[in-house]
């Protein structure tokens, strides 16, 4: 079962897409089900419907980040001094 916006659903119910960004600075993973039978483009050309959207009915997002280095900008440097 998935806790989702709708409540908790069944996995199968669902579909699951997990991305993972891992660079110098950072690495994410995220998981999204949106509902299987939803109208999204993306479904069918296999391309996302906008930069951050699969699909238009997304029920549950979670979203996992772990920094590699703190990035510190000057002006926060000189208030540390």
Do not use: W
Request: charged share 20%.
């Amino acid at each position: 079962m998935i806790t989702t916006t709708l409540g908790p659903l069944d996995e199968s119910l669902l579909i699951k897409r997990e991305n993972v960004i891992d660079n110098e600075n950072e690495c994410t993973s995220s998981v999204e089900y949106c509902l299987k039978g939803c109208n999204g483009q993306a479904h069918i050309t296999g391309q996302a419907d906008a930069e951050t959207h699969f699909c238009n009915q997304h029920v549950h997002r979670s979203v996992h980040v772990t920094l590699k280095r703190v990035a510190v900008s000057e002006g926060e440097v000189g208030i540390l001094r």
